[in-house]
């Protein structure tokens, strides 16, 4: 995994393309820590995750980790298991915007990771494989059985989760799973320059809307528009909000702090 940091925008790229990018234990435990460093040092206002070589990522590497699974026991596949959870959580929760940039294969792990993304840019070449019921287990991994409904609607998400059949780009387009489709071997240009914009953007209003997209999906109506008002009051305390202000008055860009 190669990570690179530059002007508030980082970059983590999978980095074995000789196995399709495939993820082992390290990996996971990685992309997890990696994940809450950043969002400590509140630094970082987008991160791109991409894939080196001929794909994204084509998920758990089947020797190392499917082949060491098949001789642990009970409590540490339990471990394992949370710790692939705690990926997807710190993607979900990180407080500022993640774009998947994929092309070829997002297979098993790969998919999912895209999933938690909050936008998945994608060329032609695309292509999403929940393949969990393919190995005899269940579809729900990482959280995909929460999350892809919410992407998708149920009726795609169950057929995806159940059959394990890929999704190609423009059917990944029609039903909402992918936010923008790309030219051929353009995928990294879109997503950095997607990553740019966000950066260059009201950082702070950016982690509030990802937080209240996140924490609003199981409440009630009336939880929800509390939580917006609560969120919005805060933020008509900020600096980008009083700064929105005098450059609207000034009649010129505003130069937005994150605070």
């Not at 794909?55 to 699974?69: L, Q």
């Not at 909050?118 to 995909?144: E, K, N």
């Amino acid at each position: 995994m190669r990570v690179t940091v530059a002007d508030g925008v980082a970059t983590v790229t999978l980095a074995r393309p000789d196995k399709l990018n495939a993820l082992t234990f390290g990996a996971y435990a990685d992309l997890r820590d990696l994940l809450a460093e950043l969002s400590r040092e509140r630094s970082v206002r987008a991160l791109v995750l991409a894939g080196e070589g001929r794909g994204f990522c084509s998920g758990g590497d089947v020797d190392e980790i499917i082949g060491a699974t098949l001789g642990m026991d009970t409590a540490r596949l339990l471990d394992f298991n949370r710790m692939t959870g705690q990926v997807v959580r710190a993607v979900r929760e990180c407080p500022f915007p993640v774009i998947a940039a994929v092309h070829g294969v997002a297979a098993g792990a790969g998919a999912v990771l895209a999933l938690a993304a909050d936008f998945r840019v994608a060329d032609p070449s695309a292509r999403f494989a929940f393949l969990f019921t393919r190995v005899g287990l269940s579809g729900g991994d990482m959280g995909a059985a929460y999350l892809l409904p919410r992407v998708v609607g149920l009726g795609h998400a169950t057929r995806l989760l159940m059959l394990g059949e890929p999704v190609r780009a423009a059917e990944a387009e029609r039903i909402g799973l992918i936010s923008e489709l790309t030219e051929e071997g353009h995928v990294d240009e879109a997503a950095r320059a997607l990553a740019r914009r966000l950066a260059d953007g009201p950082a702070l209003a950016h982690a509030q809307t990802k937080a209240l997209l996140t924490a609003e999906l199981d409440m009630p109506l009336a939880a929800a528009v509390e939580m917006d008002a609560a969120t919005q009051a805060l933020l008509m305390h900020g600096e980008d909000y009083a700064e929105f202000h005098a450059a609207f008055t000034e009649k010129r860009p505003p130069k937005w702090r994150g605070r």
